[in-house]
């Protein structure tokens, strides 16, 4: 009993103490893809995005996730594709998801289009019990997960300029249970809902400004809320600051390498009493692009 106490607990820790369940990241901006499915394609650009998230550095079975994503739209049409893979390590579990992203996109003016996106995701689960350090070992009633697979289904919309765009998702609609005793639940991947929206300020050719924001909705857990504001120098060098509320200030950097090519890098401080039990949170991504126009992008987008 006092091992299966302990898996709750571990499993209520991770997930639901810092409302948690879809991967979190602090660059959002840059990686629409994960949570709108509507967001493929609408960068005009065939895009590889690669992330890196550490979080809570130091402290034991911490989140540690990567992402790597493709997105295209296809050849003249107003269709979308993209592809991505979310690689997800907290404590004793390790998450995979694989999804096919599918938009379709409306001219609503002549600088304004609107996008709907459906997701198709795999997943598969993995619980290693032999990481727990159970108090009674080999106890029958505790036992690994191994490559649990549950599909689901996603959508979104996007409405979007090169200026900014707004945006609101449901990754994933089927609530996945994955650890069950006599049909209770122990663990339900919930339902979680995103707005997201930002807008770039042009103070002059050399500085822009644009503030975003994303809201993420999560049944049992606090509003979560996102705010951001970054600086882009020269169309080259971007820097800024992020609150998510409640949670952690962060800091950003990013740095046009070449006219395909972007860096980007974001730390987190803790702002509840999980400070005392790490040194942040470190994140850092690339993006290369592919453009039609002779290869080279006509101007630096925020996103």
């Known amino acids: 009993m006092r091992t ?12 639901s103490g810092y409302a948690q369940q879809d991967a979190q990241f602090t660059q959002y901006m840059y990686n629409t893809i994960n949570i709108n499915p509507a967001y493929a394609g609408s960068r005009g650009a065939l895009s590889i995005f690669a992330l890196h998230r550490d979080q809570w550095i130091g402290l034991e ?5 990567n992402t790597i994503s493709i ?6 049409s107003n269709i979308g594709l993209g592809i991505s893979l979310v690689n997800d390590k907290i404590g004793p579990t390790n998450e995979n998801q694989f999804s096919v992203d599918l938009s379709y996109s409306i001219p609503t003016s002549e600088t304004w289009k609107l996008s709907f996106g459906i997701k198709g995701t795999a997943d598969i689960f993995n619980l290693d019990v032999d990481k727990l350090n159970p108090e009674t070992a080999g106890d029958r009633q505790l036992q690994s997960i191994n490559n649990d697979f549950s599909p689901n289904i996603g959508a979104g919309v996007y409405w979007h300029s090169n200026k900014a765009y707004i945006g609101l998702s449901v990754p994933n609609f089927i609530q996945t249970t994955r650890y069950n005793d006599n049909d209770v639940a122990i663990y339900k991947d919930k339902i979680n809902y995103y707005l997201i929206g930002g807008y770039v300020f042009d103070f002059s050719q050399e500085v822009k400004f644009k503030p975003a ?3 993420k909705m999560v049944e049992g857990a606090p509003l979560q809320v996102d705010v951001s504001a970054n600086f ?18 962060s800091a950003m ?17 803790e702002t509840t009493n999980l400070r ?3 040194s942040g949170s470190h994140e850092i991504f690339l993006r ?16």
């Open 61 to 65: 079975g911490a989140p540690k996730t």
């Open 288 to 303: 290369y692009e592919f453009f039609k126009n002779n290869g080279k992008i006509t101007t630096p987008r925020f996103f």
């Open 4 to 15: 299966k106490l302990f898996l709750i607990v571990i499993l209520l820790v991770t997930y």
């Open 276 to 278: 005392n039990y790490n």
């Open 71 to 76: 997105n295209t739209p296809i050849n003249n």
């Open 232 to 249: 882009m120098f020269f169309e080259k060098l971007t820097l800024g600051v992020a609150y998510r509320w409640d949670a952690a200030v």
């Open 213 to 215: 924001v994303l809201t």
């Open 253 to 269: 950097a990013g740095f046009q390498i070449t006219d395909g090519l972007y860096i980007g890098y974001g730390y987190d401080n």
